[in-house]
Nanobody, 120 residues
Framework: QVQLVESGGGLVQPGGSLRLSCAAS????????MGWYRQAPGKQRELVAA???????NYADSVKGRFTISRHNAKNTVYLQMNSLKPEDTAVYYC??????????????WGQGTQVTVSS
């Protein structure tokens, strides 16, 4: 069974930084893309950033130049470095693994979510 475990959320002041990590575990052969989504109260879940196994990344316009996504393929781990955080970045951040080829199933998986709060 594939599981995604996130870490690194918390409370930070505006202008501060946080680094999120997400590790996928289980009998995994490959993962096409990994990414981060976020959902603020009363809003729809939105893509923040995603990265393919080849290293191609894309970002939401609202985070370009402030957030950096990276990935360690051998560890099935994805990271999100968040700098210059703003109050509007406050949300629950979810890790996503897309196109996972595992022993028992091919599909997409989600983490449980980690809270990021930007406030003074």
């Amino acid at each position: 069974q594939v599981q995604l475990v996130e870490s690194g959320g918390g409370l930070v002041q505006p202008g501060g930084s946080l680094r999120l990590s997400c590790a996928a575990s289980g009998s995994i052969f490959s993962i096409n893309a990994m990414g981060w989504y976020r959902q603020a109260p009363g809003k729809q879940r939105e893509l923040v950033a995603a990265i393919t196994s080849g290293g191609s990344a894309n970002y939401a316009d609202s985070v370009k130049g402030r957030f950096t996504i990276s990935r360690h393929n051998a560890k099935n781990t994805v990271y999100l470095q968040m700098n210059s955080l703003k109050p509007e970045d406050t949300a629950v951040y979810y890790c996503n693994a897309h196109g996972v080829v595992a022993l028992t199933r091919v599909g997409d998986y989600w983490g449980q979510g980690t809270q990021v709060t930007v406030s003074s």
